[in-house]
C-alpha cells in the first residue's frame, strides 16, 4: 500500500508541483527568482510580506490554538452548560468567509483614514489610532477569529479520546485542573496540536481577503495579498516564485513541528482495556466560563453572520442597518430596486446550483477523506520513518499552492491524454482530482491525529481475526477515529463549496455551483446577492456539520 | 482567411453545422447574450463561462499547453497581458467582422477588436463640492491639503490601475507641462526615474496614497453623500450608476490636466484553433448589436452609462460625458504592454 | 456476618453503608469497613465484585452513589455531598488495574511528573526518581517510553509512580498481577518494608492467595458489591463464617462436599463421612475438608472415594492432586511427586475429620 | 543447556534460531522450540525477558530480525522474507496481555465481528456466542461496552473473543492474571478441556506455578531473550539444568545457598551443610534446598542457621515460612499454622540433603 500511496502523491501532488516550479526556469522565470531574492525590488517583494506573513502565521496558530484549545478543553471535558451549543458555535467561524470577519471588524472599529462612514466606536465618540483599525493587529484578531474553529474542530476531536484514566492518574498526583490540562492532556494530543497549528498557518499565511482589506490601507503587504497581485497584474513567473518561496518556508516548519510527533514518543489514548471519558466539574466557574464562550462564540461568529446578513438585506451597501428589505432574497423582479433583478430565491439557476454545489462538496469531501485516511494511517503507522515523513510533507504541500496556479498545472497535466487514459479536460474528474489533492492537508491532518491515538494492539487484534485492511478500516478504525475523520471531511467540504478558482477553471460547468452564482452577482456589483448566497452556503455547510454530529453520536454510542 | 471574409449571413450554415461555440466572458452578463443569441440563431448552442480575465489568460495558456482547444471566443479586458501573453504567443487571433471594418474607428480594431471601453478616472463627491471637482490638476494631489486623501485599488493588486499609472508615465511630456502649470516652474525628476510621469507615481505615493483592496471600498470612501471632507479616488466612472442606489454622489472630474486617467478596452478573440470557428465569427459579429441606438438585444446588456460602446451608433447615457469628451487617454496594449513592468516595479519599490 | 465498624475518631480509614449504583447495576453495595491508622487491608474477592470500584471510590475519583468515606474522621466522600475532598487532595495514591501510564512521558517522566506537581525540588526529584527505579528493577528502562516496554515492566511504573510522592494513603489495584512468581514475592517484601516504613495506610486488591494472607492485616472479602467477612487473615482462613469464603481462601482451595443425613452419618452420596450431630438439625449440609485432609490412595479405616482424576501440580514437597466426582472438584494432596493420566480412577481417602460444617445455604454451623 | 530442535516435518510450531531486535536492545536471542500438533506450550521467565515479544512474532505481527518460525512445515516468518503468512492467515487467536479489545463494541459485539469476519452464518454466530459467553461466565454482560466491565471481565472477554472462532493455534498471553483463584482454576481446566477438544496447539504464557505445571506439555523458561530450558514441566522442576531455572519454578520456591569449600565439607558461611563431594573439583558451590527441606526449629543431629523471621504463608496444612538471613532469603516449612513478628530469630534445619548442586555461576554440577 505505500507503495501505491506514494505513486498517487507522485501524480497527485508533487507533479503539478514540479511543473509550476518548471514553469519558474523559463527565463522570465529565472529573472522573476532574481528580483525577487536578489534586488532592490526584494525587500518590499519579499522581505517584508515575507516578515508580516511569518508574523500573522505565528501569532494566528498560537491564537487559534489557544483560543480552540481552551474551547475544545472546555466543550469536551467539563461539564460546562449548554455543551453543544458552544461546540457548534465555535465551528462557524470557519465556515463564513474570512471577509465577513474583516467586515465585521470594519462596522465596529473602523476610522476615518478612508473616509466614507466610520466604525461603531468612532461613531460614538472613541477615537480609534489607525493601529487598531488597520494592519497587522487587526488583521491577526480577524483571522484568530476565523481559524480558531479550524483549531477548535481537530483539538476536540483529539480531546474527545483522551481516555478518563490518564487524567485520572493526574488527579491522583494532586495536580490542579490547569495542571493537569497543560502537563497531561494538550501534551498527550501534540499531534493534534501539531496539526491545527499547521492548518491554521498555512490559512493565516494563505488568507487573502482579510490581509487585503485591513492591511493594504496602511500599505501592509503579506506574500498572499504579493502573490495575489502578482498573477493578478500579469506577473505570473513572480507569483510563482513567491508561491514556491513561501511553500518552502512553510515546508520547513512543519518539518520541524513534525519532529515534535514522528520520534519514538506514543500518543496513544485509546487502549484496548476500554476508554471511559471525563469530564471536569467546573463548580462555581461552570456559568463564567459559558459566558465567555458564548461571548467568543458571539463575536466570532454571530457577528460577522449578522453583518453578512445585514449586508443581504440593506440597500446600501455604506448602510448596513438600515432600509432593509427582503427583495434580494425572495422580491420580484422589474422593481426599481437591483436593476430589476428578482430575489436570490427567484433565481432560476439558484436550485441548480445547489445541486450540484452538494455534489460537488460531497464527492470531493469522501474521495478526500478516502485519501487522506490511507495517507494518515500510513504516516501514522510508521512513525518516524523515512516514507512517513515525505508523505507527511508532501501531503500537506497543496494547501499553499494558489489554486489558480495548482489548476493551470492540472489542465496542464491531465489535458492531455496520457497513455491509455482519455483527456480529462473540462470534466467533473478532473475537478475532483485536483480539489482532492488541493483540500489532502485538512483531511491527512485531521486524520493522523485521531489516528495516532488508537493503540496499535486493537487494530492487531482485528488484524489476527483475518481481517482484510478495508475491514479493519471501516470496522474497527473508523468508528474509533469517527469525530477526527468527520471532521476533516467537513473542512473540505466547506472549503470545496466556497471555491471558486479550481472550480471555474478546471470545469466546464453546464449548471453553475453557488460560488460561481455568487461571483457573478458580486462581478455586477450586486454584492447583496453574494452575501445572499454566502449566507446560502454557510447554511448548507452548517447542515453538514449538524449531519456529521448526528451521524458522529450514533458510532459513538460508547463514549456516552 | 476565408471565414474572415464572410458575412454573417453566410456564417450562419455554418455556424449552425458546428451548432455550439464557447465563450469565456469576464462579464456575467453573458448570460443575456446567450438568450438572444440563442434567439437569433436557433440550433447554435452558446455556452459562456463566466470568469474574470486573469483566469482566461491561465487557462486558455494552460489548455493550450496541453494541446486542448476548447474555447473559441473571449471576451476580456487586460490588454496589455493579453497582447503579451495571448496575442504575441499565438494563442489567439484577431477578428473584425466585416459588417464592423467599416464602421469602428482604426485604434479600435488593432491589434484586437475592441468591444468597448471602460473607465479608471479621478473621481469626487459632488455632494460636498457642489461647485465643481476640487482638483484641476493631478498634481495638486501630490500637494499637503490631499496627503492621505486620495484613494485607490492597490495598483500592485489590480491590472487596470496599474495600466492607469503606467499611461501616466507614458505622457511625460503633459505631465511636465502641467507640473509647470500647477507649480510653475520646471519639473525636477530624479535622476533613477524616466520623465515627470514616473515622477508624479512617486510623489503620489509619497504623499499618503491610500490603497485599498477593491473599487467598492473607494467608491464608499469618496462617494459618501453625507461625508463632510470627503478624498478624491481613482475609480470607475460607470458606478456612478450606483449613486442612488447607495447613496452616493459620484462624479468625475473631467476638467483635470494633463487627464483624468484611462479607458481601457474589453476585446474580443478567436482562440487558437477554435473548435467552432464559424459560430465564433458569427458570435463576435452578433455581440456588436444592431444598428438601434442601444444596439439592440445583443448590445444591451453593456450598454452602461459611464462604459462606452466603440460603435459610433450606439448613443452614450446623455447624464454621462460622451466619449469625445472625457479627458482620458486610452491606452494602447502594445505600449503599455512593454511599460508596464517597469510602473509596476516602481510601485513596489514605493510600498 | 459482616463486623460493625469501629466508631473510632483515629480510624485511618472508615467506609459506612457506602453503596455504588452504575445506572440500574449496583456495583458496592452497603459496605462498612474500618481499618485503623498503619493498616494494611486487603480487599479480595471473585471478579466483578466490585473492588476497584471500591478503591476508585477511596481515591475520590468516583462519587458514591450512598453512604459515606472518611479518612481520619474527615468526611472525604459521600453520597449526599459528593466528592468532598477531591483526589489529590487526598494525599492517597494509586495504582491503576489500567496502569494508566501516561504514553507521551518515558519511564522517568512518568514517575517525575506527580513529583514535579507537588513541588520537589529538582535534585530531591531525581534521587528519589532513582531509588524506585531502582527499587522495582527497571532502572534500565528509564528513558523508553511506556510502548516500547513490556506488560510487567509497565505495570512496575505503575507502582513506581504511586509511591514515589510517598502518600499517607496507598490504594493498590491488582499492583503485581504481571510479574512473574520470583519477582512478585521480591516486591511483596518491599511494599511492605515501605508500607511500615511511612506508616501508611494501604488498601491492597489482590487475587493472590499468598499476598493476601502475609501482607494483610486486615482482610475484607467481597462478594458481588457486599462484604461477606471482614477480620484478620487467619481468622478468615480457620474460621470462614460462609462457605463462600472458605472456598475462596486457601491454598490449595478446601474441598466443600455436600452431604446428606443418613441415620446418625452424614453422608456424600453413599459414602458416610462424619457423625450427623456436627450438622445439628440441618438434613442437609456441607461439609469444609482442606486438601491436606484428603490423601491419595485409600488409608485403612478411612472413609473413601474413587474420583476420577484431572490434574496435578507439586507443590512443597507433595503433590496437590485435582479429581473430579461428577461435577465436584476435589482436591487433595499426595507425597512426592504423584502424576497420571487425565481421567484415570484413583481413590481418596478422608484421613481426617471436616474443618468446618456450613448449611446447605452456606452459613457455618458452629 | 537447551534442546536442539527435533527437526520434523510434523512439527505444528518449529521456531528456529529466531531474533528479535528493538534497536540496540535485544528482546528475543536465538530461541529454538519445537512442539508437534496438539502441544500444550508454556513459556515462563522474568518479566521483561520476551515471551510476549515471541508470542507476537508466532502471531505475525512483528516480523523476526533473523532465523524462522514454521507452522506444520511451511515458513510462516523468518528474518529474510519477513511476515511471509500474514498474521490472519495464520489460523492463530491470541489473548493479547493488554486484551486489545475493541472499545466501541459491547461485549458480543467483540466477540461476532471475528465471527462475522470469518463468515459465519448469523444462527451459528449467536449460538457460539452465547457458548462461549456461558462458558467465561459474562453472559449477563453482553451488552456493555468495555469499558463497563471490570478487568477481569475484560479479561474473560480477550478470551472469549479468541476462543470463539476456534483457531488452530491458540496463543495466550497471561490470560488468567486478573482472575481470582477460583475462577482461575476453573478457566485453567475448561481451557484445557477446549484444547484437547479442538487439538489446537496452545502457547501459552503464564507467572503462575501452577498453571505452568497443571496445564503444560512442555516448558520453555526463557531468561533475557534465550531460552534457558525447555523440556516436560516435571523434568524442569526435578532437574534444573541452571539455578535461574531452579530458583524460578515451583511453589514455594527452592533455596539456593551459596557454599564454599571448607575442608571435606561445603559450607555456608561457617556452617557446613554437605560433603564438599557433591561439587567435584569446585571450591564454590550453590547448593538447592527445596523449602520442605528446611524446617522451622532446630532438628537434633542436622545443620542449623539462625535467621530473622519475615513472613508466613499457610500453604495446604503447612506454613510457608520466610526468613532473612543478611540478604539472603531462605524459606522453609512448618508444619501447621506458624506464625512471628517479623524480624524475630528463628531457627532453621537442614533436614535433607541439597536437591541439587551448582557452580557458583549456575551451572548444574552432576
Ligand atoms: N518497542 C520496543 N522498543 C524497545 N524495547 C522493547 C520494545 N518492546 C519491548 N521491548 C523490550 O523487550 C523486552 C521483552 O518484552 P516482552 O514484552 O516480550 O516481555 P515479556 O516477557 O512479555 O514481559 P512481561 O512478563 O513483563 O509481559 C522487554 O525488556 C521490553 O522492555
Ligand atoms: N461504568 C459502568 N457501568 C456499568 N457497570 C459497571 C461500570 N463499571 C463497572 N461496572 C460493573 O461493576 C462491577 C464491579 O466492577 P469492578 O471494576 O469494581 O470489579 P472488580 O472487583 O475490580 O473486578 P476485577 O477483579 O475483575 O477487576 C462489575 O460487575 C462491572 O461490570
Ligand atoms: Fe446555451
Ligand atoms: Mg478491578
Ligand atoms: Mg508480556
Redesign the interface.
Known amino acids: 500500500m505505500p507503495a501505491i500511496l506514494i505513486a498517487i502523491v507522485a501524480i497527485l501532488v508533487v507533479a503539478p508541483l514540479v511543473r509550476i516550479f518548471v514553469s519558474t526556469l523559463t527565463p522570465d522565470g529565472l529573472d522573476a527568482w532574481r528580483t525577487v531574492l536578489a534586488s532592490p525590488l526584494s525587500n518590499n517583494l519579499w522581505w517584508r510580506p515575507l516578515l508580516n506573513t511569518l508574523l500573522l502565521g505565528f501569532g494566528v496558530a498560537t491564537g487559534c490554538l489557544l483560543l480552540g484549545g481552551f474551547l475544545a478543553w472546555l466543550v469536551v471535558l467539563t461539564d460546562v452548560p449548554a455543551r453543544n451549543f458552544i461546540g457548534t458555535l465555535s465551528t462557524l467561524p470557519f465556515m463564513i468567509p474570512s471577509f465577513a470577519g474583516a467586515l465585521a471588524w470594519g462596522t465596529l472599529f473602523r476610522n476615518d483614514r478612508l473616509g466614507g462612514s466610520p466604525g461603531f466606536f468612532q461613531a460614538n465618540g472613541f477615537a480609534i489610532p489607525d493601529w487598531l483599525a488597520w494592519g497587522l493587529v487587526p488583521t491577526l484578531i480577524v483571522l484568530v477569529a476565523h481559524y480558531f474553529s479550524l483549531a477548535y474542530t481537530i483539538i476536540a476531536a483529539a480531546l474527545s479520546s483522551v481516555g478518563a484514566d490518564m487524567i485520572e492518574a493526574g488527579q491522583m498526583a494532586g495536580a490542579r485542573r490547569s495542571r493537569i490540562f497543560f502537563g497531561i492532556i494538550l501534551p498527550v494530543v501534540t499531534p493534534a496540536l501539531i496539526a491545527a497549528s499547521s492548518l491554521t498557518f498555512a490559512g493565516a499565511v494563505s488568507n487573502f481577503a482579510a490581509p487585503a482589506l485591513l492591511g493594504l490601507p496602511v500599505r501592509m503587504q503579506t506574500l498572499s495579498t504579493r502573490l495575489f497581485g502578482m498573477i493578478e497584474t500579469g506577473q505570473n513567473e513572480r507569483g510563482f516564485v513567491l508561491a514556491l518561496l513561501l511553500i518552502a518556508v512553510s515546508a520547513t516548519l512543519l518539518f520541524f513541528s513534525d519532529r515534535l510527533v514522528s520520534g519514538r514518543k506514543a500518543f496513544t489514548t485509546v487502549t484496548g482495556k476500554g476508554g471511559r471519558t471525563k469530564r471536569f466539574a467546573l463548580g462555581v466557574w461552570r456559568w463564567p466560563l459559558f459566558a465567555l464562550a458564548a461571548a467568543i462564540g458571539m463575536m466570532t461568529s454571530v457577528v460577522p453572520v449578522l453583518v453578512l446578513a445585514a449586508s443581504s438585506f440593506a440597500p446600501q451597501s455604506g448602510a448596513l442597518f438600515s432600509n432593509w428589505t427582503l427583495h434580494f432574497w425572495v422580491g420580484e423582479g422589474g422593481g426599481e430596486i437591483a436593476q430589476g433583478q428578482a430575489g436570490l430565491f427567484r433565481n432560476p439557476v439558484l436550485i441548480d446550483a445547489l445541486f450540484a454545489t452538494l455534489k460537488l462538496g460531497i464527492v470531493v469531501a469522501m474521495t478526500t477523506m478516502v485519501l487522506g485516511l490511507c495517507l494518515a494511517y500510513t504516516i501514522v503507522r510508521h512513525k518516524g520513518s523515512l516514507l512517513a515523513n515525505a508523505l507527511s510533507q508532501l501531503a500537506f504541500l497543496p494547501l499553499l499552492v494558489p489554486s489558480i496556479a495548482f489548476a493551470a498545472a492540472y489542465i496542464a497535466l491531465f489535458g492531455a491524454p496520457i497513455g491509455p487514459f482519455p483527456s480529462l479536460y473540462g470534466t467533473f474528474a478532473l475537478l475532483v482530482l485536483a480539489a482532492t489533492a488541493h483540500n489532502l492537508p485538512y483531511a491527512v491532518q485531521a486524520g493522523r491525529s485521531v489516528l495516532g491515538q488508537i493503540s496499535a494492539d486493537i487494530e492487531e487484534s482485528a488484524r489476527l481475526t483475518g481481517a482484510s485492511f478495508l475491514t479493519r478500516m471501516i470496522f474497527i478504525i473508523c468508528p474509533l477515529a469517527i469525530r477526527g475523520l468527520l471532521a476533516g471531511a467537513i473542512l473540505v467540504f466547506v472549503k470545496m463549496v466556497r471555491d471558486l478558482s479550481l472550480v471555474v477553471l478546471l470545469f466546464t460547468a453546464t449548471s453553475p455551483v453557488l460560488s460561481m452564482v455568487a461571483y457573478r452577482y458580486a462581478s455586477e456589483g450586486f454584492m447583496q446577492f453574494a452575501n445572499a448566497i454566502t449566507l446560502v452556503i454557510l447554511v448548507i455547510c452548517l447542515a453538514a456539520s449538524l449531519l456529521a454530529h448526528v451521524l458522529q453520536n450514533r458510532v459513538q454510542k460508547w463514549k456516552q | 482567411q476565408d471565414l474572415d471574409k464572410l458575412t454573417a449571413e453566410e456564417l450562419v450554415p455554418l455556424a449552425v453545422k458546428e451548432g455550439s461555440v464557447?465563450v469565456f466572458s469576464?462579464?456575467?452578463?453573458i448570460?443575456r447574450v446567450e438568450a438572444a443569441f440563442e434567439a437569433a440563431y436557433p440550433g447554435i448552442d452558446l455556452?459562456g463561462?463566466?470568469?474574470?480575465s486573469?483566469?482566461q489568460?491561465?487557462?486558455v495558456?494552460?489548455?493550450q499547453?496541453?494541446?486542448?482547444h476548447?474555447v473559441d471566443v473571449l471576451y476580456l479586458a487586460?490588454t496589455?497581458?493579453v497582447y503579451?501573453?495571448l496575442l504575441a504567443a499565438g494563442r489567439i487571433s484577431n477578428y473584425v467582422p466585416p459588417r464592423m471594418a467599416g464602421e469602428l474607428e482604426d485604434r479600435f480594431k488593432e491589434p484586437l477588436l475592441i468591444h468597448r471601453l471602460s473607465t479608471k478616472v479621478l473621481m469626487y463627491n459632488e455632494a460636498a463640492y457642489p461647485d465643481g471637482a476640487p482638483v484641476s490638476n493631478l498634481w495638486q494631489l501630490t500637494k499637503p491639503e490631499w496627503k492621505?486623501?486620495v484613494?485607490m485599488v492597490?495598483?500592485?493588486?489590480?491590472?487596470e490601475l496599474?495600466d492607469l499609472l503606467t499611461e501616466i508615465a507614458l505622457h511625460p511630456d503633459e505631465m511636465a507641462e502641467a507640473y509647470k502649470a500647477e507649480f510653475g516652474k520646471d519639473i525636477e525628476v530624479d535622476s533613477d526615474l524616466q520623465g515627470a510621469g514616473e515622477q508624479y507615481v512617486r510623489d503620489l505615493f509619497e504623499n499618503d496614497l491610500?490603497?485599498?483592496?477593491n473599487s467598492?471600498?473607494v467608491n464608499?470612501?469618496?462617494g459618501?453623500k453625507?461625508?463632510k471632507?470627503?478624498?478624491v479616488g481613482f475609480t470607475t466612472y460607470s458606478?456612478r450608476r450606483?449613486n442612488e442606489?447607495?447613496?452616493?454622489a459620484l462624479q468625475v472630474a473631467n476638467d483635470v490636466v494633463p487627464a483624468n486617467g484611462i479607458l481601457f478596452p474589453a476585446v474580443l478573440a478567436i482562440a487558437d484553433n477554435a473548435p467552432h470557428p464559424a459560430a465564433a465569427r458569427l458570435l463576435i459579429d452578433f455581440m456588436f448589436g444592431d444598428d438601434s441606438p442601444s444596439g439592440g438585444p445583443a448590445f444591451e446588456p453593456f450598454n452602461v452609462p459611464g462604459d462606452y460602446a466603440t460603435r459610433k451608433t450606439i448613443t452614450d447615457d446623455p447624464d454621462s460625458v460622451p466619449l469625445e469628451k472625457l479627458n482620458a487617454w486610452t491606452i494602447d496594449a502594445a505600449r503599455t504592454a512593454a511599460a508596464?513592468?517597469r510602473i509596476?516595479?516602481l510601485i513596489?519599490?514605493l510600498? | 456476618m459482616m463486623n460493625a465498624p469501629h466508631v473510632q475518631a483515629q480510624d485511618a480509614i472508615r467506609i459506612s453503608n457506602l453503596v455504588k449504583r452504575f445506572g440500574e447495576f449496583t456495583a458496592v453495595r452497603d459496605v462498612n469497613i474500618s481499618v485503623p491508622r498503619g493498616a494494611f487491608l486487603v480487599l479480595v474477592g471473585p471478579s466483578g465484585c466490585g473492588k476497584s470500584t471500591l478503591l476508585r471510590m477511596l481515591a475520590g475519583l468516583e462519587a458514591p452513589s450512598s453512604g459515606s468515606i472518611s479518612f481520619e474522621g474527615r468526611v472525604v466522600s459521600s453520597g449526599e455531598a459528593g466528592v468532598v475532598a477531591d483526589a489529590g487532595a487526598r494525599d492517597a495514591g494509586l495504582v491503576f488495574q489500567s496502569y494508566a501510564l501516561w504514553p507521551h512521558m518515558t519511564v522517568s517522566g512518568n514517575i517525575a511528573w506527580p513529583l514535579k506537581v507537588a513541588g520537589w525540588s529538582k535534585a530531591k526529584r531525581e534521587d528519589r526518581i532513582e531509588e524506585v527505579l531502582n527499587f522495582l528493577g527497571i532502572f534500565a528502562l528509564r528513558d523508553r517510553y511506556p510502548a516500547e516496554i513490556s506488560g510487567g515492566q509497565q505495570q512496575r511504573v505503575a507502582i513506581a509512580r504511586t509511591i514515589a510522592p510517598r502518600p499517607r494513603i496507598l490504594l493498590f489495584d491488582e499492583p503485581l498481577s504481571n510479574l512473574d512468581a520470583k519477582l512478585r514475592i521480591e516486591m511483596r517484601s518491599e511494599l511492605m518494608r515501605i508500607h511500615r516504613a511511612t506508616g501508611a495506610t494501604s488498601v491492597y486488591v489482590t487475587h493472590d492467595q499468598v499476598e493476601a494472607m502475609t501482607m494483610a492485616s486486615h482482610v475484607a472479602v467481597l462478594n458481588n458489591g457486599a462484604v461477606e467477612q471482614f477480620g484478620s487473615p487467619i481468622d478468615l482462613l480457620r474460621y470462614p463464617h460462609t462457605t463462600f469464603v472458605a472456598s475462596f481462601l486457601g491454598t490449595p482451595p478446601a474441598n466443600l462436599l455436600p452431604v446428606s443425613r443418613k441415620g446418625d452419618m452424614l453422608a456424600f452420596g453413599d459414602l458416610p463421612l462424619a457423625p450427623a450431630a456436627l450438622a445439628g438439625a440441618h438434613g442437609e449440609a456441607q461439609l469444609l475438608y482442606r486438601a491436606q485432609d484428603i490423601a491419595v490412595g485409600a488409608v485403612e479405616g478411612k472413609p473413601k472415594l474413587v474420583a476420577s482424576f484431572a490434574e496435578a501440580a507439586p507443590i512443597a514437597g507433595q503433590t496437590m492432586v485435582t479429581a473430579t466426582v461428577g461435577d465436584l472438584r476435589i482436591t487433595a494432596m499426595a507425597e512426592g511427586y504423584f502424576t497420571a493420566a487425565p481421567g484415570d480412577r484413583i481413590e481418596l481417602a478422608f484421613v481426617r475429620e471436616p474443618d468446618a460444617v456450613f448449611t446447605a445455604e452456606g452459613q457455618r454451623i458452629d
Not at chain 2, 49 to 52: F, G, L
Open positions: 464557447t469576464l462579464s456575467s452578463r448570460a455556452i463561462v463566466d470568469m474574470s486573469v483566469k489568460i491561465a487557462r495558456e494552460a489548455e499547453q496541453a494541446g486542448v476548447a487586460d496589455p497581458v503579451d501573453k492621505g486623501k484613494l492597490d495598483p500592485s493588486q489590480r491590472g496599474l491610500i490603497l485599498v483592496a467598492d471600498v464608499k470612501a469618496v459618501d453625507t461625508a471632507n470627503p478624498p458606478d450606483d442606489k447607495e447613496g452616493w508596464r513592468s509596476s516595479d513596489i519599490a510600498q
